[in-house]
């Protein structure tokens, strides 16, 4: 196959990937919402007012409006989404690496972690032959 076609195959790998990554987001957007509309929902009897939709539409954004004097930039927002991605990346990997369970990170937790790591990927690695 020539460099070009498979480069080609890469990219095209890639792009689905990543709107496949992009459709998983979106759907845990829309979930979280019909979470919280069926929450308003619930509390009020089955019966929803602008009010009620509109806190659980828009709460989180709203409350960076506040925060930010009633006005909210690109870039506040741009930031304040990048501080909530990293916030999640930051609690997987504590979760992963946790070996305690105590919600922090030791130089023992990366140890014990890569000592798995590298025992689950040993036994996928070819043998050297003996004889």
Known sequence: MRKST???????????????????????????????LDKAMGDSGGAITFDQFSDAMNARLKKLVADNGGTLTVAQLADALEKARFQRMAKRIIARYDSKGDGTLTSDDIASREKKVCAMLGSLWPRPSVG
């Not at 498979?6 to 979280?32: H, P």
């Open 6 to 36: 498979k480069l080609a195959l890469a990219f095209a790998a890639l792009a689905g990937a990543t709107a496949y990554a992009e459709n998983i987001a979106s759907a845990k957007v829309r979930e979280d919402t019909m979470m919280r």
